[in-house]
């Protein structure tokens, strides 16, 4: 009997650590507000990027034609080293006073570490903005509306 107990504890103690090494993470309603911008849709792609701004994942493109991609030329550096499967991250591209509501995936684990949601934007024979917003993944600025610099007007995340 002494024996079956080590062995259950010992299951359970596996079972907690495999439990905590697996990646919690959260969904996030993110909605866009483009500004009122002359011009094709833009392409827009929502990564993150670590403290260092080296950017560790792909979490969402708007944009579905492939060849638009290098118009996003520092993301585009990333995706061409590590391609990935991104079409069930894919939307449409958004245009001039447009709204998009999507949903991205954050791990638990980023938030208040210094990691950073960045929104790249790109619009046909027009200027292209690595950093049209920055949102510090921090409990704080994920709650606030985010103002653009470029296409984007503002974004606004919330928990779902």
């Not at 990646?23 to 833009?42: I, V």
């Not at 954050?106 to 790109?122: M, V």
Request: some cysteine; glycine content about 6%.
């Amino acid at each position: 009997m002494n024996s079956l107990f080590k062995t259950a504890l010992l299951c359970a103690f596996i079972s907690l650590i495999s439990f905590q090494a697996t990646a919690q993470s959260t969904k996030y309603k993110c909605l866009l507000q483009m500004s009122n911008y002359m011009g094709e849709g833009a392409y827009v792609v929502v990564s993150l990027v670590n403290a260092k701004g080296t950017y560790e994942k792909t979490l969402y493109v708007m944009g579905e034609d492939k060849k638009w991609y290098k118009s996003l030329k520092e993301w585009h550096k990333f995706y061409s080293k590590k391609p990935t499967n991104i079409s069930a991250i894919t939307g449409a591209s958004v245009t001039g006073g447009d709204r998009s509501i999507t949903t991205i995936e954050i791990e638990d684990s980023k938030i208040n570490t210094g990691y950073k949601l960045r929104f790249e934007s790109a619009v046909e024979d027009q200027k292209y903005n690595t950093t049209d917003i920055e949102i510090p993944l921090t409990t704080a600025a994920m709650s606030e509306k985010t103002e653009g610099k470029g296409y984007i007007r503002y974004v606004r995340l919330s928990k779902i």
